[in-house]
């Protein structure tokens, strides 16, 4: 399987996530949460662009834009979108990197710019993690979060 924007995501989010969606273990499929996403994802699919396999939400002028259902986790969305960027920056389209989320806490449209220059050794490093992870032998271990009760594979690890 090759690297994706949702795997950047899901290794940024929980290793134990990424480990199991990497090695084919898709429980999602039974998730409402993730059919809402799927769903505003299709609504817009006009402008969505696919690049080497990736399918970037939208592109504008500017920006690489990335789409989410919510800000509940930022900073697994952001590295998503920075693996979006180094992709479009690799291919020689250098842009800056739009994080919209539609349902925000505070009830408004938020809308994060990240520069790819800026953050391009985090990602590096991440990317290198998850080259790591994948030859792993074993599994992640479960931890307990607040993010787990909301997660397609909480079924999967704590029962």
């Given at each position: 399987?090759?690297?994706?924007?949702?795997?950047?995501?899901?290794?940024?989010?929980?290793?134990?996530?990424?480990?199991?969606?990497?090695?084919?273990?898709?429980?999602?499929?039974?998730?409402?949460?993730?059919?809402?996403?799927?769903?505003?994802?299709?609504?817009?699919?006009?402008?969505?662009?696919?690049?080497?396999?990736?399918?970037?939400?939208?592109?504008t002028k500017d920006y690489i834009v990335e789409v989410k259902k919510s800000d509940a986790d930022m900073e697994a969305a952001k590295y998503q979108l920075l693996y979006y960027l180094k992709i479009a920056f690799e291919?020689?389209?250098?842009?800056?990197?739009?994080?919209?989320?539609?349902?925000?806490?505070?009830?408004?449209?938020?809308?994060?710019?990240?520069?790819?220059?800026?953050?391009?050794?985090?990602?590096?490093?991440?990317?290198?993690?998850?080259?790591?992870?994948?030859?792993?032998?074993?599994?992640?271990?479960?931890?307990?979060?607040?993010?787990?009760?909301?997660?397609?594979?909480?079924?999967?690890?704590?029962?």
């Amino acid at each position: 399987m090759r690297i994706n924007g949702t795997l950047v995501n899901y290794y940024v989010h929980c290793r134990r996530q990424f480990y199991l969606h990497y090695h084919r273990l898709n429980l999602e499929d039974n998730s409402e949460l993730v059919k809402i996403g799927k769903a505003l994802h299709e609504r817009n699919e006009d402008g969505e662009v696919a690049i080497e396999g990736i399918k970037i939400d939208k592109i504008t002028k500017d920006y690489i834009v990335e789409v989410k259902k919510s800000d509940a986790d930022m900073e697994a969305a952001k590295y998503q979108l920075l693996y979006y960027l180094k992709i479009a920056f690799e291919k020689g389209l250098v842009k800056k990197g739009k994080l919209v989320c539609l349902e925000k806490n505070s009830k408004d449209k938020v809308a994060t710019i990240y520069d790819y220059n800026e953050y391009k050794d985090d990602l590096e490093n991440v990317l290198k993690g998850m080259a790591v992870l994948i030859e792993e032998d074993e599994c992640p271990k479960p931890y307990r979060a607040n993010k787990c009760k909301k997660c397609a594979y909480n079924m999967y690890c704590y029962i």
